[in-house]
Structures are given as C-alpha cells and as structure tokens.
C-alpha cells in the first residue's frame, strides 16, 4: 500500500507513506484527526484534493479487498446481525452458500451469541454494535483493514483478542489516540505531524531504544531520530 | 438497495409518517372546513407549502445524520457508489411526498368540487403538477443541504429558505411567477374566475430546473462529502 503527496483538508498535507503486505501499523498523529484522515481517505470516506494511492498495486477499485471499521459503527440498530452481515455480503458479491458460510464465521470471531444474531441491534448495547460492525468488515475476508479507533465499547482484553485478526498477508493499519493499548495488535507506528509522516519505526526499535509504546515515547523516538539527522546533514549543509 | 434501507429507516424512525402526514393533514383539513374557493385554495397552497418545507427539512435532517452516524460510509466502503446513496435518498423521500401530496391532492379536489361545479379538472390539476415539481425540488434542496451542512444548520437553511420563499409569496405574488414557489401561488390563486393554466405549466417548468439544479450541486456535494 502506497501514499505519495495525499493532501486533504488541513489534516494530511503532502502526506507519503509505503506500507508493506503483512504490517500491522498503528498510526498515531499530531493532532489526532490526522491519523484518522489518513484512514478515511485510504477507505474512500474522504477524497484527497491530491495525491496518489495505492493499494494492492491497484489506483482504485480496491473497495473489496478493503474493510474500514470507525468509531462509528455505521449500521440501522433495527436490522439484525444476521441481515448487516447478509448485506454486506450481498453488496460484496456473495451469495448461498458460500456467503452463510462467511457471516457465521464472522459473526463466531466477533463473538456474537447465536441468540443475539436474529434479534434487532437496539435491544443490544453498544458492544453489539461494534461487534457486528466487525463482522461485517470480516465477512469478506479482506487483505487490508482499517481500523479507526474501533471497537472502544469493550473492554481491552476483550478488544485485543477480537482486533488480533490472523493472517500472515492481511495488512492492519490502527488508527488510535491511546497507542499503549493497541501495542499487542502493531508490529510497526507511524507519527504523523503537520499531516505528514514524521516517522515510521517497528515496535522493537522503541523497545531498543527503552522507549515505551505511548504517545510520549513515539514522539521522543521521532525527535530523536530528527535530532540525529540534522546531525548528519550539518557538515554536508556546511559544506554545501 | 438504498432506497429500501432508507425508506425503512424513516418507517422506523417515524419520518415516513411525518411526511405522509404533513401532506395528507392537510387534504384533511381542507376537506373538513368547507369554505368557497376564494378561500379554500389559499388556504389548501399555504398548507401545502408548508408541508414542502417540512419534507425538505426532514430530507436534510436525514442525509446530514446518514453521513454522521458514519452509514452512508458503511455503503460506500462497500462499493455503493456516492450517486447510488444520493440516489436511494431522493427516491426514499420523493416517494413519500408524492404519494402524500397525490391524497392531498385528491382531497382537496373532492372538497372543490362540493363548493364549485365549474372548477375545471385540468385548471386544478396543472398548479397540482408545480406542486409535484416544487416538491421534488425541496427534496433535493434537502439533499443539498444534508450533504453540505451539519443536521440542525442543514434544517435552519432549509426552513429559512422556504420561509423567505412563502414570505415573498405572500408580499409579491406576481413576482413568484419566475420562483419555484410559483407553483403555490399559482394554486392559491385558483377560483372560478381564473383557471388559466399557462402560469401554473410555467411554474412546473421553473420547479423542475430548480430540481434538476440542485439535484446536480448535491451530486457535486456527495462527491466531495466526508462520509
């Protein structure tokens, strides 16, 4: 997954980064609505005034190997589980058989009780909501999933588990204001600031650097590595 | 597709009802107070516009918690493209209000016809039809407003707008002739006397360019829209 030069609103500007298959990336932003703008616009919620992106090598029509879950859920609380999952294959492209197959698997990971799949969302609470919501982005069995600050009704260890989505090529990008909660779901973070990339690291280059995986120890890898970089291009900015 | 989720969404949440009432209450109203014509049009053109203004602020109100409820984004990460919302949305709330405004209509013709037997069907029926356009084109000023603006900013614009308009109506009727409200005034105006139906065919004319305008500037609108 690629982004050169995104720009939108006052949130992303000339906003470059390269994601490789298989990342699980937390991006974290200063101010926050950065990180969730970039998430949006990579999910087609939001159209970049510019810029290119990428995703499986393609420009665009990506929208069924793509899932978004947001802190909204985005789902009528008088349908059923059982019907948002049916839609959401249905406007997918599946049917039958095989579309069964994915929402009852689906609705298994996001632990949705059998007794809760056939009822209206509006006599669950929130979670139930938030459950379906990722369900319904499972059902498909996508290979990217955007996950802005989803699932916040739930306990973390419950949140965890749920957002601990295996498969070795499925690409996670986590949207999160609260990174040290979401540290057992990111093998890598993203900083972004002014609405740029700042930075990118792996989780175990702040664990080198006796760094904690908050919003504090990002922000001091990043100045760090700024700082170190400045050194270097001092005596060649002399020199020049 | 979209239209069915939103037509059950406003079944649900009782906005269906509304609009259909609004219209219908109307109908009924003029229906039970018999009066002459001199009386009973305006009286049947000023309820009608009011019940306008409501489908259009219940249209805004609508499209603006479609985007913030993060629903329309649901579709639209789905592969249902931003027209297709907009599209389902219209249809959703155009249905309602025509159905409405068609037993409003009939209403008011039976309550015509039992004060006047010289009321021309076709003198009534054409400021019926601006009514239809006028109507279409409040469902898409809505859908504008909803796309653009914030759910209670995206009513206050609407009601303000079809209040400036019924104003403008009151004060200068004849200036109404080349407004989309024309068609209100065209109705309001309808007596034995006068059944000239050339104004009242203008009017539809000038509503349905209003509702193709701003049916094309929401189109520009959901393209750009965070959903």
Known sequence: MRCVDVTRGPHLSRCSISVSVGTRLLVVSEPHDSASSLLRVLAGLSRPHRGIIEIAGLSGGWERRVAYIGPEPGIHAWMTPREVLDLAAGLLGLHGAEARRGADLALDWAHVRPEEADRPMSRGGASVFQRVALAAALVGDPEVILLDEPLRALDETERTRLLTIPGPRRTVLIASRYPASDAALASHVALLRNGRVAMLASTAELRDADLPLSMSGICELADRRAAEASRHAGPVAAAS | ?227
């Open chain 2, 1 to 227: 597709m979209v239209t069915k989720l939103a037509v059950r969404e406003m079944w649900i949440s009782f906005r269906l009802l509304a609009v259909l009432v609004s219209f219908v209450g109307v109908g009924v109203t003029v229906a039970l107070l018999p009066a002459p014509l001199p009386t009973m049009m305006p009286r049947l053109a000023a309820g009608l516009g009011l019940a306008t203004v409501v489908v259009a602020a219940i249209t805004a109100w609508s499209i603006a918690e479609e985007r913030r409820s993060g629903r329309a984004g649901w579709l639209v990460a789905r592969s249902v493209s931003r027209g297709t919302v907009l599209g389902g949305w219209f249809g959703a709330m155009a249905g309602p209000a025509v159905i409405g405004l068609a037993c409003a209509g009939a209403l008011g013709w039976l309550a015509a016809s039992s004060v006047s037997l010289r009321l021309a069907p076709v003198a009534y029926v054409a400021p019926l039809t601006a009514v239809f356009a006028t109507a279409l084109g409040a469902v898409a000023m809505g859908l504008l407003a909803g796309m653009l603006l914030p759910a209670q900013a995206g009513v206050s614009v609407v009601v303000s707008v079809g209040l400036a308009l019924g104003l403008a109506a009151w004060a200068a009727p004849e200036a109404m002739a080349l407004l989309p409200g024309g068609a209100f005034v065209a109705l309001g105006s309808l007596t034995e006397a006068v059944q000239g139906a050339g104004g009242a065919w203008r009017a539809s004319g000038i509503a349905l360019v209003a509702a193709g305008a701003l049916l094309g500037l929401a189109r520009l609108a959901v393209g750009r829209a965070d959903l």
